[in-house]
């Protein structure tokens, strides 16, 4: 493995369950540092790049504020802004970019697009979305969780909707890493990718966690600590034709108070990872309610991207 590659974060499988546990044990230590008003600048000097070739809110916010944080500077790349595959290859820009940042961020399309930057860049390269993954959101979901369970093993984490994309990917493998029972309560046909799945199924065998598919919402929320869903059209997939006829499949997977109900667990939570819209995947009484714990999930990105920088500055 090169040093890149060692200090690289792409993909929840570049780390070990103990690894994983580790950055969150962090990310709560800093989490406590901040809010006590220390501010170490363990950073100072490092220029970050953040590449963004999609839209963000929270991804972008907190890589921007963790970077501050801790010292270093940030310098915003909008897709359209860089000849980023345009006039200029990946390759060359990846290697351009290396010469002048200590590390760069990326959010957009494709996983091989961050496995090119991080290859070529020489420096450490940070995952903030792909179509494939999204392992930073799903290291705050699991941070979330242990702070309100007090662990994570064990824990069944039921995803509702659509669970064949980024978050869902990411989400099943991290609680897998953490010997968690993840549930996707989806139609067959949008049940998390295969490959993800065996990723999955290789951590439970270490972890005594577990993976389940079920079509049967109420049958699958049974005994639920954690409901999980996400809009059911996802970013970059809004024009396309049969938009409609995915809504409609996915409608009887909405998180509503009945659904909450059928878990028949009493502390059983909310998580969503953003942006919602309501009335559609989730309603506005569960949305609001006391269940629902989005906007610690969302803080608990901050904190856990901040722990991700400060891991790939210092390995190597």
């Given at each position: ?15 070990s ?19 006590l008003?220390h501010f170490p600048?363990?950073l100072?000097?490092?220029n ?9 809110t ?16 940030v310098e915003?790349?909008?897709g359209?802004?860089?000849?980023f ?11 351009v970019l ?7 961020v ?20 940070w995952?903030?979305?792909?179509d ?8 705050a979901?699991?941070?979330?969780l ?21 978050v869902?990917n ?7 890493m ?24 290789k ?8 993976v ?5 919402p ?7 600590d954690?409901l999980?869903t996400d809009v ?7 024009n ?6 995915r809504?409609?499949?996915?409608r009887?997977?909405?998180v509503?108070?009945?659904l909450m109900?059928?878990t028949?667990v ?6 969503h ?12 009484e569960v949305?609001?309610?006391g ?25 190597g």
């Amino acid at each position: 493995m090169t040093i890149r590659a060692a200090r690289s974060f792409l993909s929840l499988a570049d780390i070990s369950p103990l690894e994983l546990r580790e950055i969150i044990q962090h990310a709560r230590a800093l989490k406590q540092e901040k809010k006590l008003g220390h501010f170490p600048q363990r950073l100072k000097h490092k220029n970050v790049a953040l590449i963004f070739e999609k839209l963000s809110t929270r991804t972008r916010c907190s890589f921007s504020v963790a970077c501050r944080d801790e010292g270093a500077n940030v310098e915003f790349l909008g897709g359209n802004e860089i000849h980023f595959g345009k006039k200029e290859s990946l390759e060359d820009t990846a290697r351009v970019l290396g010469r002048f940042f200590d590390g760069l961020v990326y959010r957009g399309y494709a996983q091989k697009t961050a496995q090119t930057l991080a290859e070529l860049s020489g420096v450490p390269v940070w995952n903030a979305l792909t179509d494939e993954e999204h392992p930073t959101q799903a290291i705050a979901d699991l941070m979330t969780l242990e702070e309100r369970f007090s662990h994570l093993a064990g824990l069944r984490v039921v995803y509702v909707g659509d669970a064949a994309n980024n978050v869902a990917n990411s989400l099943m493998v991290g609680c897998a890493m953490v010997g968690a029972h993840f549930v996707a309560a989806a139609p067959e046909q949008y049940w998390p990718e295969k490959a993800y799945a065996e990723q999955a199924l290789k951590f439970c065998k270490e972890t005594g966690g577990s993976v389940t598919f079920e079509s049967n919402p109420h049958k699958a929320v049974l005994g639920a600590d954690a409901l999980y869903t996400d809009v059911w059209v996802s970013m970059g997939f809004e024009n396309e034709p049969n938009v409609q006829q995915r809504i409609e499949t996915l409608r009887p997977y909405q998180v509503n108070a009945s659904l909450m109900k059928a878990t028949e667990v009493e502390h059983s939570i909310f998580l969503h990872c953003l942006p919602a819209n309501k009335e559609m995947e989730v309603t506005t009484e569960v949305f609001e309610s006391g269940k629902s714990l989005i906007f610690d999930q969302a803080e608990n990105r901050l904190h856990t991207i901040k722990a991700l920088l400060l891991r790939g500055f210092s390995a190597g």
